[in-house]
């Protein structure tokens, strides 16, 4: 993946990853997802999205290359939440304070223990 890509998982760690241009689109077509969103880095791109509402996006948006992968990714989700991942991101989200920001980071943690 590149700079720029962005990971969309869900709390079972399974996972889209978006390269730089299809997360670019995702954003253009999706309104940065705000909608969907339901906490977010102030800083970087990185947020909980709440899955019912990224369907709903993605059903009224533009075709994207990877929106059947998302919807799927949204629909077998085990939990109503989605996590955005900027894996290049150098921030540490020191201004993303409240409960959700704890939710998204043992999802992710959990996920890369998974992985390593
Ligand atoms: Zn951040």
Redesign the pocket.
């Known amino acids: 993946m590149d700079d720029g890509g962005l990971v969309i998982m869900d709390d079972d760690g399974n996972e889209v990853v978006l390269d730089a241009r299809e997360a670019e689109g995702l954003f253009a077509i999706a309104g940065r997802l705000e909608a969907a969103t339901v906490s977010a880095?102030p800083?970087?791109r990185?947020r909980v999205i709440a899955t019912v509402a990224l369907l709903d996006l993605l059903d009224a948006a533009a075709p994207h290359p990877r929106g059947g992968e998302l919807m799927d990714l949204a629909d077998d989700a085990p939990t109503l939440h989605l996590y955005v991942i900027d894996p290049f991101?150098m921030?540490d989200?020191p201004r993303?304070r409240d409960p959700l920001s704890d939710e998204w980071l043992e999802a992710v943690e959990e996920a890369e223990r998974a992985k390593y």
Do not use: N
Request: hydrophobic letters at 10%.
């Open positions: 880095c800083d970087c990185c991101t921030c989200h993303w």
